[in-house]
């Protein structure tokens, strides 16, 4: 069970960080968070782990804060904001993927210790990269315009969790189906894939519920 209790704590101070960044730095802070969180989220999604007994990778707490991050920016800042902080993800991915594949191309010096763990850890990034980049896109812009159009439906300060929520848990599936597919459909059995499909999105809508509480308390911070 270390994993799921550990899981646990990884959320909360995962959110209580960004409630941090976003306290002492606003709004900038916000598009900060963004292009941090998409690039850790990247690298994280290399690793595997078992959770409730099924195969999920990891890399879902922290792009789920990215889905908030875009969330609080369109709710107090508006939707031009949320769009210019999807496009600031999107190129803090696409640049270290190009600049990290150049330093793989370096030839390393005969005391060299680093080449073989980068080549492993950013070897599978233009698979991984292209799958994210893809999914980034389709969701992000996906979550900015289901959150504005369910802004209208239900505008008030109370109605956030649905805004939150329903537009997060929507876009999370576009997520995981186009990553997935495009990462790991073929690099796995299909039954493997199928399990990581469902359980990265399971986990992917526990971290959108459990992250309602942190929007409302950021929701208090002065602008």
Known sequence: ???????????????????????????????VWVGVATILANLQ???????????????????????????????????EDAKKAVWLGFFTLVMMTVIM??????????????????????????????????AYLV???ADVYIFSYLKKKFPKDSQFWIRNNGSTMISQLLDTLVFTSIAFLGAFPTGIWFQIFLSTYALKWIV???DTPFGYIAKRFPK
């Open 139 to 141: 969701s992000q812009f």
């Open 45 to 79: 999604v290399v690793k595997t782990i078992e959770v409730f007994g099924l195969t999920a990778t990891l890399g879902n707490t922290m792009y789920g804060t990215a889905f908030l991050a875009t969330d609080l920016l369109n709710e107090r800042y508006g939707k």
């Open 208 to 210: 959108a519920l459990i």
């Open 1 to 31: 069970m270390f994993n799921e209790w550990f899981g646990f704590l990884f959320i909360i101070v995962n959110f209580t960080i960004f409630l941090a960044m976003y306290r002492l730095f606003g709004r900038m802070g916000l598009f």
């Open 101 to 134: 594949q150049m330093v793989l191309l370096f030839e390393p010096s005969p005391s060299d210790m680093a080449q073989e763990s980068l080549g492993q850890l950013f070897g599978l990034l233009p698979r991984i990269a292209a799958g994210s980049l893809a």
